[in-house]
């Protein structure tokens, strides 16, 4: 024998005992796929009526059937050159449009800081003891329980 017939007679071996190692734990697993409902369960009549209703599902009728309203090779091909020209009109159009992103970007924030009140936009800076203590008391008003309903007794 050769070194490539040893090699693929070893390889062929290999393989044989490899798919035999493999097959032998799930030839345990065998039983497990057939489980058998404990009698002495009370639920055990509802289980074997619901594993009996249901154990020849799905079935093939319960399939949708084949699409019969599906396009032709030719109309998908001249929808696909459609879709191709439309791109290539709406690169011509992007490319004709005058983007103002491109100039300074520090001109651009800067732009975009003077829409905006600063004061709004700035963090609470320190507050004197007497500032803190006021608005914990507007705090403490808004947050008192309006008084009860007056109900008539009867």
Known sequence: MT?????????????????????????GC????????????????R???????NRNY???ADFPAAPTDVPQPAQVAANVSTLNADSGALAGQV???DWTMDSDPTAFIESIRQRFD???MAPIGA???????AFAEALRRRAAAPPPIDRPRP
């Open 47 to 53: 289980i074997q009526q619901l594993v009996d209703a």
């Open 118 to 120: 600063p004061a709004k």
């Open 95 to 97: 490319a004709q449009i």
């Open 127 to 133: 507050q004197t003891p007497e500032e803190v203590e």
């Open 58 to 60: 799905p079935r093939w």
């Open 30 to 45: 065998v039983g497990s796929f057939d489980p058998q409902t404990d009698a002495t369960s009370p639920l055990a009549p």
């Open 3 to 27: 070194g490539v017939e040893m090699n693929v007679f070893l390889s062929k071996k290999t393989i044989l005992l490899a798919m035999t190692g493999l097959l032998l734990p799930v030839g």
